[in-house]
């Protein structure tokens, strides 16, 4: 399983971000300015109403790497990289000790007791998903034969993909589910996959890994 590109590194350290400036020292002009400073940011909040769901900042650039966004909100900071999740952890902790020597932020390392996760890859495999189970050869094929008998095409079906999730009967679980499938408008030809999880970028690789050697061994 190769690496093609990273669609989405998402991270979002989880706490509550008010903690950070306790006596309101810290004005929000101040803080926008030092962001626009550290990340050149293209677009900033610049009105009192962008302040009210989330403080987003776009179009960044930060030690040789792009920052789509940067979105401070009431209970968690999220960062959005292409390169990988590690990358937006380290960014996120570095700046709050940043911050913390410049304008005295009330950071101190193990504030931030969560952190959740978003990847999303692109990655190339020689490996066919229908060989999983011959069930699902069969499945195409017949599915195939029938719907080309109807159309008087020639679609030739194929186990598109993969989701793995948990029951979600109750409560809204801010968890995305795995998923793993042919990238679409790609020609198979191209043996290129998409898939999301809630992990952080080198887990989702090591995953894929995995499931790329587990599905070559049963061959």
Not at 78 to 88: A, C, F, V
Request: proline share 5%; charged share 25%.
């Amino acid at each position: 399983m190769e690496l093609a590109n990273v669609v989405l590194a998402r991270t979002i350290g989880l706490f509550e971000t008010a903690l950070l400036n306790p006596r309101g020292a810290l004005s929000r002009q101040k803080f926008v300015s030092l962001l626009r400073e550290r990340f050149s940011f293209m677009e900033v909040p610049t009105k009192l109403e962008d302040f009210d769901k989330g403080i987003t900042f776009k179009g960044g650039y930060f030690e040789e790497q792009g920052i789509d966004q940067l979105i401070v909100f009431a209970d968690g900071i999220q960062i959005d990289l292409r390169s990988s999740t590690e990358n937006g952890q380290t960014i996120i902790t570095d700046s709050l000790e940043w911050m913390k020597e410049e304008v005295g932020l009330a950071y101190t390392p193990g504030m931030i007791p969560r952190w959740a996760f978003l990847s999303q890859l692109v990655v190339r495999s020689d490996c066919s998903m229908d060989a999983i189970h011959p069930a699902f050869c069969c499945l195409s094929e017949k599915l195939g034969a029938l719907v080309n008998e109807r159309t008087n095409e020639h679609f030739k079906y194929r186990l598109s993909g993969l989701t793995f999730d948990f029951p979600r009967l109750t409560g809204d679980y801010p968890i995305a589910p795995f998923v793993i499938e042919h990238r679409v408008k790609t020609p198979d030809s191209e043996k290129l996959y998409y898939s999301q999880a809630p992990l952080q970028t080198k887990q989702h690789l090591e995953i894929l890994q995995e499931f790329e050697s587990n599905l070559s061994s049963s061959l």
